[in-house]
């Protein structure tokens, strides 16, 4: 296990569609971050986990936006009837002990998604 | 609400030589964490260094120091002995114990150039 792996690393798809993001974070890792990178701009805070519990989501998390953890390792992140504003980097990361309070957060490669 | 503020889109430098990349952050929060990540054409964020609101010292990771001024509300990125391989996008972030340390609010970033 050498980090945090998304997949697919680039999704193009078509307005309307839904779409559906993985992360599996580094392992025994219980926090589960997602964050949302658009063109020019830092990452902003989407969403994260506790295990397998949604602790907070951000007012940028639509009700078009569904994360889960099902049984506190891997993630996903589904967008339902894709707008081009939401072509952006879908990055994840995840931490070991709670919150970013200390040096070992890690993320991902991200997810690029582009809709056309 | 926290806020970070990254005021030089691009930054050019000569390889060898050493670079500042100015950050300044607003907050009322006493306790909080300043991070600094560096992410490649590839996307993936790498943790560079970390700076607590109470550490006396200023951080140090190799090339990588943070230049903490606590009652400037600055943290800026210094590398030293640039390479070329410090090409990337560079962006400050910071964390506080109002979030519950869960979330990162992260700058929009600059742009670091070295050349030969």
């Known amino acids: 296990d050498t980090g945090v792996s998304q997949n697919p690393r680039h999704k193009i798809t078509k307005r309307g569609q839904n779409v559906t993001f993985r992360c599996d974070p580094i392992s025994e890792h219980n926090r589960l971050y997602w964050y949302r990178q658009t063109l020019g701009q830092g990452p902003e805070f989407l969403t994260y986990f506790q295990n397998e519990a949604q602790l907070e989501k951000s007012r940028l998390l639509s009700d078009r936006f569904s994360a889960e953890r099902p049984k506190g390792s891997f993630s996903t992140l589904e967008i339902q009837r894709t707008e081009q504003g939401d072509s952006a980097m879908y990055l994840c990361?995840?931490?070991?002990?709670?919150?970013?309070?200390?040096?070992?957060?890690?993320f991902g490669q991200g997810t690029r998604l582009t809709v056309v | 609400a926290q806020k970070i503020t990254q005021t030089q889109p691009g930054m050019f430098v000569q390889e060898k030589e050493a670079v500042t990349l100015d950050c300044t952050y607003d907050t009322s929060d006493q306790s909080y964490g300043l991070f600094w990540y560096k992410q490649p054409s590839s996307g993936e964020m790498i943790f560079l260094i970390y700076?607590?609101?109470?550490?006396?010292q200023n951080a140090t990771e190799g090339r990588y120091s943070l230049n903490f001024q606590k009652a400037r509300k600055s943290a800026n990125l210094v590398i030293s002995a640039s390479q070329l391989g410090d090409s990337a996008m560079y962006f400050c972030?910071?964390?506080?114990?109002?979030?519950?340390?869960?979330?990162?609010?992260f700058g929009k970033g600059t742009m670091l150039l070295v050349s030969p």
């Open positions: 700076q607590g609101s109470y550490d006396e």
């Open positions: 972030a910071m964390t506080a114990i109002s979030s519950g340390y869960s979330t990162l609010t």
């Open positions: 990361a995840s931490s070991l002990r709670g919150g970013f309070g200390n040096t070992e957060a890690f």
